[in-house]
């Protein structure tokens, strides 16, 4: 990233004030530092010569003096790791350059010139899979956020945009597909066994949005006709034994395709959209224009390997990328301080999209869950920022939940306060202004005010403001009035100590506790400290249901009896407001029975009223399968431990998996019908039977807590019978917190069955990781020595250390030797791959908010991590603002 530091060179690019960065010192990069560019970029060539030993890229830059910025007569291009094989400029080897770090800095006499430099690779040796890097036999490139520099000399940042043509030459046999972006302008063989293509892209793009892939791909071929009638034709590249998985990726692109165009107005605009899934990738997928490059894991699914969830997330991801197509790329970002202007956008256009193709409420349930079980914590440790951050070191950093999913509930707020054709009148006008820029949040902010009439001054706080703001609601009622009094409290983080208010939409509404009836939803706006509202009608004190539909990313602390939240959990008409409210009531039990505060008989009461709701779901009838099985959820660790200011995650896990146990054997008849009645209801892809899925593994969870013989037997049974992924996986998990040979034989059974088919081998260590098996921990520690085992893999290092990191009980052992185990993790996996090493440090992280032993040992693990000879610079980020 080259947004200028302080003090800023005249060619708007970084010089350091301090002495030369020592590993253990990146420089710090700053927002209000960004400059423009000084050179305009307009055409790029590339050239490859490919190998998976050695490829040769020979880059031609056509430049020319920015008007718009200060004149310099020097042009940074930033490099990382390469050495420049020949300096041309125009035509002629030149001498006038140097190399500053990995940069290669040249000065340029004249208004308009042509560059080209020749680099030599080697991707076989790129383990950080950032820049072009060879995967299983195939090459491929991730560019975002400064992969580019990797690949050849260039101002690798988001505000130079350039049309780019891309030649290359491979091997036939060994690359027999060449991709790149655009459209393919030509091709053909040479004499020597290889063969060549030219790729010509018509839309400006910033390198991190360059993509190129060769390998042996084989492609499933549909077509889309858009909107104004052009057809566009659609490919999924895989390899050939995966090709039968990729029908459900193309019907979710299609459906994108559809979708963005009646909902935003979004038309695609090249002839050709390609897809490729390689199974060597550090995250999800990325957006390059007309050449997506997905994880295996969000393209291939079919019902035998992929569960219920796997699909859902296939769907998510495709519309995601295909998102960006407008959502990032034709409109990109200025410098990656406003990530959250095309990732915060672009969640909630999947997450909207999402809630489209099924159920609303659930998706928005899960959407909650993800941003209080990822974000929350975030916000409130050593590593929160704003979703507009002012400074970074290493900006894989901040590719976060902060940055995308509260970036998302943010700008969903102010599609709240808008309304949803208002809203669109702001994106309609957002997407014509800025077409063919780099924006920053603020055009966004702006287009969206002016757009749909919204004063969005105040609301600007969202943008700059850490930390997850704390409303307290407190009702009083004298004669026919109610008052609600809402105060608000916008918690410090780090170089954030003092924060004002900001505007807080709440969905709302009161409820008769006799009649059931409510006074219907209406928004209201804390945007001060504390204010208050009265409401007319009831001749009673009601039930307040708030924040329905979580219209904002906020905690509610309420005073409300546990009765009130039994009738919320019945009657409340927003299915949000009933799930929140079930959660509400066992997060409140859970608390108090961490604290101590509950002898036996307050506890059986608070279980008994839990089970007495819970139950009230299993029978609502007016309740989905889908619906059933969200509320099912208990709150999850991670959360409880998030709500308490400092935890205990030993007291928390007991008192949990006591919970489940007792509403698993008081409710035992009710579970077991439930699992009977959703076993018989045959595979499909429809809402019921995927309800029917769900409640099933939920029912045979709880049944497992509660009746351990019982469970056993089921389980065992659902995973022979089963002839889905959904039910096998659920079956294996409950068997794999079990004790018990039928667990050795089904962890044995399904390693045989699925051996050789990696995402399925995966989900066999995340199961066994993510346990809530006493000896999880012993478990991880064998499975890293499995030879199915490799560091070289981020699917698989995900699978064994992501689920063992987020399974609390096993992390959290008291002995400290789960910390001990993902510190190794960090150490080993850091040279390899930093950004997945780094991605481990925020666990860790979280030290101070538990309870003194653990909290020691965890930061002692940081403060090994930081004393190692040589770290990353991502690594050395996460690790320092951890313990800072
Ligand atoms: N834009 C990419 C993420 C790139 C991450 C780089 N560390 C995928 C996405 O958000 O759609
Ligand atoms: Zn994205």
């Not at 009083?476 to 780090?494: C, E, F, I, N, Y």
Request: charged share 25%.
């Amino acid at each position: 990233m080259d947004i200028a530091r302080t003090p800023s060179t005249p060619d708007g690019n970084p010089e350091l004030a301090d002495a030369a960065p020592t590993p253990h010192d990146p420089p710090v990069i700053r927002r209000e530092d960004y400059r423009p560019f000084p050179w305009l970029v307009p055409k790029v060539s590339l050239d490859f010569d490919l190998g998976l030993e050695a490829t040769r890229v020979v880059a031609t830059l056509t430049v020319a003096r920015n008007g718009k910025a200060e004149a310099s007569p020097t042009i940074r291009l930033n490099g990382d790791g390469l050495e420049p094989l020949s300096v041309k400029v125009d035509g002629n080897p030149s001498n006038s350059w140097t190399m500053d770090g990995g940069d290669l800095l040249l000065t340029l006499p004249g208004e308009a010139h042509e560059i080209t430099i020749a680099t030599e690779l080697d991707p076989s040796a790129n383990t950080q899979l950032m820049g072009l890097y060879a995967s299983e036999g195939m090459l491929c490139t991730q560019c975002e956020a400064e992969g580019f520099r990797r690949i050849t000399f260039f101002p690798d940042r988001p505000d130079v945009l350039s049309v780019y043509t891309v030649k290359m030459r491979g091997d036939r046999e060994a690359l027999p597909v060449l991709l790149s972006n655009g459209n393919l302008e030509a091709s053909g063989e040479n004499d020597d066994g290889t063969h060549w293509a030219e790729w010509h892209d018509p839309w400006p793009k910033p390198s991190y949005l360059f993509a190129l892939v060769a390998g042996q791909l084989v492609a499933n071929t549909d077509s889309f006709t858009t909107m104004s009638g052009r057809e566009v034709t659609l490919n999924i590249y895989v390899r050939e034994g995966d090709l039968a998985r990729t029908g459900h990726a193309m019907e979710s692109l299609k459906k994108s395709m559809k979708w963005d165009e009646e909902t935003f107005g979004r038309e695609y605009d090249l002839d050709l959209f390609n897809i490729v899934a390689v199974s060597d990738f550090n995250m999800g997928a990325m957006e390059n224009k007309g050449l997506n490059v997905f994880n295996t894991k969000y393209v291939l699914a079919d019902e035998d390997t992929a569960t219920d969830g796997d699909f859902d997330g296939v769907e998510g991801v495709i519309a995601h990328e295909y998102f960006h197509n407008w959502s990032g790329n034709r409109i990109t970002c200025r410098d990656w301080f406003q990530l959250s202007l095309k990732e915060g956008f672009t969640v909630l256009r999947d997450q909207l999209f999402s809630q489209d193709m099924g159920s609303a409420p659930v998706k928005r349930i899960e959407d909650v869950r993800v941003l209080r079980g990822a974000q929350f914590p975030e916000d409130s440790g050593p590593l929160a920022h704003p979703i507009r951050p002012d400074s970074y070191r290493e900006i894989s950093n901040f590719y976060t939940a902060t940055v995308y999913n509260k970036g998302a509930e943010v700008i969903r707020m102010m599609r709240t306060m808008a309304g949803e054709e208002r809203f669109r009148k702001g994106t309609d006008l957002y997407f014509e202004r800025h077409d063919g820029e780099a924006a920053t949040c603020e055009d966004f902010i702006k287009a969206i005010e002016d757009g749909a009439g919204l004063d969005l001054s105040h609301f600007r706080l969202w943008y700059s403001q850490a930390g997850t703001p704390r409303v307290s609601a407190a009702l009083q009622h004298s004669g026919a009035t109610t008052k609600l009094t809402l105060r608000q409290d916008v918690p410090p983080t780090p170089g954030q100590p003092e924060k004002q208010p900001m505007p807080i939409p709440l969905k709302l509404a009161l409820f008769d506790r006799r009649t059931g009836a409510s006074n219907g939803e209406q928004l209201v706006i804390l945007d001060e400290t504390e204010k208050s509202f009265s409401f007319d009608g009831f001749d009673a004190p009601p039930v307040l249901s708030i924040n329905r539909g979580f219209s904002a990313p906020v905690t509610i602390e309420r005073e409300i009896v546990a009765d009130d939240l039994v009738f919320l959990a019945r009657h409340d008409d927003d299915p949000f407001a009933r799930y929140e409210a079930l959660q509400d009531l066992m997060v409140t039990h859970l608390k108090h029975a961490v604290d101590g505060a509950l002898d036996d008989a307050a506890r059986d009461a608070a279980r008994n009223s839990i089970a007495g709701a819970v139950k009230a779901v299993l029978e609502d009838d007016a309740l989905d399968d889908l619906m059933r099985g969200e509320m099912l959820v208990l709150p999850s660790e991670t959360y409880l431990a998030e709500t308490m200011l400092i935890a205990d995650p030993g007291q928390i896990h007991e008192e949990r998996e006591a919970l489940r146990q007792a509403l698993g054997s008081i409710l035992e008849s009710e579970f077991a019908s439930l699992h009977e009645r959703a076993t018989s209801v045959p595979y499909s892809l429809s809402p019921e039977a995927r309800g029917a899925r769900k409640v099933k593994t939920q029912a045979l969870l709880f049944l497992a807590a509660g009746n351990p013989d019982l469970g056993r037997e089921l389980a065992w049974s659902q995973y022979e019978g089963a002839d889905n992924m959904t039910d096998r996986q659920g079956a294996l998990m409950a068997l794999a917190g079990l004790s018990g040979i039928k667990r050795t034989n089904a962890l044995l059974d399904f390693y045989n069955r699925y051996r050789g088919n990696a995402l399925v081998v995966d989900k066999w260590f995340a199961i066994q990781a993510g346990s809530a098996h006493p000896e999880a921990l012993e478990h991880v520690k064998a499975l890293a020595t499995h030879e199915d085992f490799t560091l070289r893999n981020p699917n698989r290092v995900r699978s064994l250390y992501m689920a063992f990191a987020y399974n609390p009980h096993a992390f959290h052992a008291a002995s400290g030797e789960g910390y001990r185990m993902i510190a190794d993790l960090i150490l080993a996996l850091d040279p390899i791959n930093p950004q997945t090493a780094a991605r481990f440090v925020p666990q860790l992280g979280r030290w101070r908010r538990y309870e003194p032993k653990r909290s020691a040992k965890m930061k002692a693990e940081l403060e090994r991590i930081a004393a190692a000879p040589k770290l990353s610079r991502d690594t050395y980020e996460q690790v320092s603002r951890s313990l800072g």
